[in-house]
Each structure stands twice: as C-alpha cells, then as structure tokens.
C-alpha cells in the first residue's frame, strides 16, 4: 500500500521544483561555462590546430556567442545531468508512455499531421509576405531544407515523447484528464517561454558572476509584458493544447509528432528565406509563432486534425 501510494503522489509540483533547479542551475553554471569558452578560444587561437576546418568552425562559432547563448547552454547541461534523478523521483516506468499503433496507421496519423501543420502555417506566411509584413532575403535558396527537416523531426521525436510522453503520463496517474491537460499545457508553453528577450544581450566584458541571475530576471520580467504574453505565450499554449489534445484522442503520439514537426519545418522554413520587413502586431510579429494571427491558424488545425483524426 505505500507504494501505491507513493506511486500516486502529486506529480505536477516535482515536475515544477525540477524546472526551477534546472533554472537555477543554469543561472549558476553559465558564468564559468562563458569564461571556458573564452579561455578555449584563446588555447585553440594559439594552437598548432588552428588552421584546421573543425578548429576554424569552432573559433568561429565561440566569437559568435554571446553570454545568452552560454545560459541557453548551461539550462540544457543542468536538465540533461538533472533529469535521471527526477525520473527516479517520480518513479519513471514504461506504463507512462501511450499505446503505438501499426506502423502504417501512425505512418498516415504523422504525415496527415506534418502536411496540415506546415501546408497551413505557410499559407499564412505566404499572406503576409503578399501584405508586405516579410520580403525575400537576398541570399534566398529555395532549396536549403536541411535545417529545417533537422529541427522539425528532433523537436517533433524529442519533445513528444518527453511532454506529451513521460510528462502528460505522470499528470495523468494524480489528475483528471481535463486538468492534466492543462497542466501539461501550462508547463509545455512555460518551458518554451523561458529564455532571455530577443535582442537582449550582457556585453563580453561586463559580464559577472551574477549575470546569470540577470538573465533570470529579464526572463521573468517577460512576464509583465502583456503584448508579448498575447504574441508569443498564447500561441505556445495553443499548439501545447492542441497536441495533448490530439495525444489524448488518438491514444498515440503519431498525430502529435506530425503536427509538431509540421509546425517547426514551416517556421524555420519561411524565417530561412524571409526577413520581417514592416510591423504587423497584434496580427504577426518578426515569425510566424508571433501574434493573433499564428494563434488562430494553430487553432484551426487543431480543430481540422481533430475532425480528420475522429472520422478516420
């Protein structure tokens, strides 16, 4: 009986204290995770190496990054090194994940995801590009899909399983369906919300050993910002709703994969070849997960898959 008990205890506030280590943690390892990049651009600079093109690369890529891009780096090191211990926590088992169908049921679930989650995202892109919101970069090669299948299948496969996977499974084991979702929801949409404001930046030189707990302020600052709550946090909300929502009907995670990396191609996609030319808020921001108007495209093709998925 106790651990049964145990086994249904309250998973949403382990998964909360796990996300706030995780921030913390970073806040504190992104310092000494800057001043090693800088000592290994130094080292590598004056090394024997240094013509080679892997050696070049990585110059090139440490002279690019800014303090940001280290905190970036340090809440994904803490989550990676932190995770283990939280799944023991909670007691991870293999009932958490949901039922795969035949492999050519949940090949169709997928590609009938993927194609009206990107078919309908680049519509709208196209839409505002013909109103004059974006313009063609001038280096655009149509072709150039690389980045954009890479980042659509990880985030489609990765995020899944963790979120609507292990985490949508851990809610369910203490809450209703309905609060689950939410809650699942909630911390989906948070975790993508959680990264320094676009734009802002600690210069090289003024960085200290609290400039992690700077960047944890600006993001909480974010917060206050209602035109961004309703640009951005809403539109992540959605598409997190939309997805457990798809997970719960199906019983599978197919659908949702499809839908997620959909989304994801057509946002790196149309932001490869466009730049924002002319302000369109409330309607569209700098992409195509900002504003009014990605916010109601994700709900409509949650709302088209939804009805596709049921009559199938």
Same mark, same amino acid.
């Given at each position: 009986m106790q651990a049964a008990s145990h086994n249904r205890a309250p998973a949403l506030p382990k998964l909360l204290l796990y996300l706030l280590a995780v921030m913390l943690g970073g806040a504190l390892l992104a310092v000494p995770l800057f001043h090693l990049g800088?000592?290994?651009?130094? @080292?590598?600079?004056?090394?024997?190496?240094?013509?080679?093109?892997?050696?070049?690369?990585?110059?090139?890529?440490?002279?690019?990054?800014?303090?940001?891009?280290?905190?970036?780096?340090?809440?994904?090191?803490?989550?990676?090194?932190?995770? @283990?211990? +939280?799944?023991? @926590?909670?007691? $991870?088992d293999r009932s958490l994940l949901p039922v795969w169908r035949p492999f050519g049921t949940g090949l169709r679930q997928w590609a009938l995801g993927f194609a009206l989650a990107s078919g309908l995202l680049l519509i709208l892109g196209v839409i505002f590009f013909q109103l004059g919101a974006y313009q063609l970069r001038p280096d655009t090669r149509w072709w150039r899909l690389g980045e954009a299948v890479t980042a659509a299948l990880g985030a489609g496969i990765v995020e899944e399983f963790f979120f609507r996977g292990l985490? *949508?499974?851990?809610?369910?084991?203490?809450?209703?369906?309905?609060?689950?979702?939410?809650?699942?929801?909630?911390?989906?949409? *948070?975790?993508?919300?959680?990264?320094?404001?676009?734009? @802002?930046?600690?210069?090289?030189?003024?960085?200290?050993?609290?400039?992690?707990?700077?960047? $944890?302020?600006?993001?909480?600052?974010? +917060?206050?910002?209602?035109?961004?709550?309703?640009?951005?946090?809403?539109?992540? +909300?959605?598409?997190?709703?939309?997805?457990?929502?798809?997970?719960?009907?199906?019983?599978? $995670?197919?659908?949702?994969?499809?839908?997620?990396?959909?989304w994801v191609f057509g946002l790196k996609y149309f932001s490869g070849i466009t730049h924002y030319h002319s302000s369109w808020l409330p309607w569209i921001g700098h992409n195509l997960k900002i504003g009014l108007a990605p916010l109601l495209t994700v709900l409509l093709t949650g709302w088209i898959a939804s009805h596709l998925l049921r009559t199938r």
């Open positions: 800088k000592a290994g651009h130094v @080292w590598l600079s004056a090394s024997s190496l240094r013509e080679s093109g892997l050696v070049v690369w990585l110059l090139g890529e440490i002279e690019r990054a800014r303090f940001t891009r280290y905190f970036n780096r340090a809440v994904l090191v803490c989550a990676i090194m932190l995770i @283990w211990p +939280f799944l023991r @926590w909670v007691r $991870l985490l *949508l499974g851990l809610l369910l084991r203490t809450m209703s369906a309905r609060s689950a979702l939410l809650a699942g929801t909630f911390v989906f949409a *948070l975790v993508h919300f959680l990264k320094p404001p676009e734009g @802002w930046q600690i210069e090289d030189a003024a960085v200290t050993w609290s400039s992690g707990f700077l960047v $944890l302020g600006q993001i909480a600052a974010s +917060f206050g910002d209602t035109q961004f709550l309703l640009a951005e946090f809403a539109t992540l +909300f959605a598409v997190g709703w939309v997805l457990a929502h798809v997970r719960m009907q199906t019983g599978a $995670l197919w659908a949702g994969i499809g839908l997620h990396g959909g």
